[in-house]
């Protein structure tokens, strides 16, 4: 989920060129200390939205640089538990699917791509029994079943449920339905 914060504060800004503004300096240090962090071990910041205020700078002896107190406005991604997100693949190996999902990229393990057993099958993975096939390029939707924020963000995906996986998979199975449907009718 996406969700705006609002921060505090105090942007360390060191000498600087004259052609470069205060306000520009003091985002360009925002963006270099906060985007692609993670926040109160939950949100990734992904971007900056605003800088609401800014007041005096405060000198520290010793330091050339000056430091401002600053509230500002980032965009945050927080993957929740049993979201469902949808996703495009953009790598397969023996452990699973690499799914991109937005401002990260989420793994299911082969266990969990599709409610078959799966085997991976030159850079695919293929159902058993379907034939169904996972490879990169293809888009997905799955549900978050786990996520861990420390360092790094990394989120675990499954696609086993009903409504979840390939898209494509979704509307032949539809065709397929409506074909047989037709038929049957045909032939009553």
């Known amino acids: 989920m996406y969700e ?10 060191p000498p600087r060129p004259e052609e470069q503004s205060l ?3 003091i985002r360009m240090k925002i963006h270099e200390d906060f985007i692609g962090k993670i926040i109160e071990g939950k949100s990734l910041l992904i971007g900056l939205i605003s800088v609401d205020s800014r007041e005096e700078g405060i000198i520290i002896p010793e330091d050339p640089s ?3 107190p600053s509230t500002f406005k980032v965009l945050g991604y927080t993957p929740n538990l049993h979201e469902t997100v949808r996703g495009q693949v953009v790598n397969i190996s023996e452990i699973g699917a690499t799914v991109n999902i937005g401002p990260v990229d989420g793994l299911a393990f082969i266990s969990q791509t599709m409610d078959d057993y799966v085997d991976f099958s030159k850079n695919a ?3 058993r029994k379907t034939k169904e096939t996972i490879k990169v390029g293809d888009t997905v939707i799955a549900s978050v079943i786990a996520i861990t ?4 963000m990394k989120v675990g995906l499954t696609m086993r449920s009903p409504g979840l996986g390939k898209i494509d998979r979704k509307k032949s199975a539809k065709g397929k339905a409506a074909k047989e449907n037709k038929g049957g009718n045909r032939n009553g």
């Not at 705006?4 to 800004?13: G, V």
């Not at 924020?149 to 790094?152: C, D, L």
């Open 66 to 68: 000056v430091y401002y």
């Open 23 to 25: 306000e520009e300096a």
């Open 149 to 152: 924020t420390k360092g790094q």
């Open 125 to 127: 993975l293929v159902g």
């Open 4 to 13: 705006i914060l609002t921060l505090k504060s105090n942007i360390r800004i």
